[in-house]
């Protein structure tokens, strides 16, 4: 009894650090987030909630929420109105429910896009998040090393199916893989989302820790098992945006190193792989044989109108057109596609900006990347061009364009995961944009 007395007191007179309490319930939200995201969620609600509790007038009244509160309030004004307009022709019953739940993907992250700025304002606090993402984030690589190499397939559930790690089975065409390695996730793009959005944020750990020979090590190792691992997914974009990142980064001096020793090595290999024994051939073909290399070498711009991603966007634009103000309906968009005349199943416009305009109107996109556009203007500057530069602000700077490229493709942001590093990285550079200089 007087032990509670005593914490309420202390509690009272702020003796107990709420603030660092919330902070470490962060990094460690943080650190599950890839692996376990139900415990990821708890610890990151009680950092929300600590924000909210101890900064109310600071949280609530900062100017740039407003822009938040306007797009808020148009997403529910959107939905309304396209419940009630909408046909229920061709639409199961539970569909207006589900529109009411899909705006989970974007209210609930305004609170947590407003409250990580409290923890990721100066360097230290950003460099904090980059080391618990990092280590938070090898299990997505041992679980990928467990498909791809030791053919461990799942998926695996604990908690009643709360925490999943699909490890889904490999396909193959003969002795090759074709189809990209996901790991843990439930799809090979989200993979590579979630590595090539974190590379430079390895690059920049592996070029500020080099008074430690173990870490700078460790780090170098991590690189190249990075760089193995976002080829695996075959993904174009965690591709390019992995030379983005060490161009920008590393610089172009060792990024044209890397390409000509790239190719050099690809050169001896297709010489002088007759020497090597035939399993560590097949292991290798499998890597320089990949889809990813495929699409590369045969994109041609004259074959642009024949992509189905273009097609895949007209069809979107027209789509919004018909009902640019208040949009369709969240979670129709692959019933309408179809019935606007597409080839193929496709369940969202792959790209977050077309999808916002289809499911809440144009006005809701705008809004939105009115609200991207600010804080990548507003840091641009201040990383690129202002003399504290910090290699910090660099590294987050790409990380946060590459989480934002990813989405004009794709649409990897409704992974819960996905989302809240997404607004993780905004609400870090949005910090940088406005943080005093120092």
Known sequence: MIKLVNLKENLF???INLFNIGENCFCLGIFFLASALPLSYIFLLISIFIIIFK???EFLFDKFNYLLYIFTLFLLISNYFSTLNFSTDNFDNNLFFNSWISLANWIPLFLAFRSFQFYLKNRSQRDKFIKFLIAGSLPVLFSMFAQYV??????????????????????FDGDIIN??????????????????TLFPLVIYSFKTNSNSLFKRSFLFILINCFVYFIILTDSRSAFLSMALSFALLAGLKIFFILVISSIFI???YSVFKFLLSPEITIFLDSFFNRNLFAKLSNFSLIDLRNLRRIDLYSKTISLVAEKPLFGWLAGTFSIMF??????YYSQHAHNLFFQLAYDYGIIASIIFAAIIFIIFFKSFNKVFFVKSFCLNEKAWFIATFISVFFNLFDIPYYDGKIAILFWSLLAGLKSIAYEEST
Do not use: D
């Open 179 to 196: 189809k990209g390695v996901a790991g843990l996730f439930s799809n090979q793009n989200y993979t590579a989302y979630w590595l090539s």
């Open 266 to 268: 690809f050169y001896f």
């Open 150 to 171: 030791l053919n461990i397939y799942g998926p695996f559930s604990t908690l009643n199916g709360l925490i999943v790690w699909f490890q889904k089975p490999l396909s």
């Open 55 to 57: 900064f109310k007038k």
């Open 13 to 15: 007179n702020n003796k």
């Open 338 to 343: 179809a019935l606007k005349g597409g080839l």
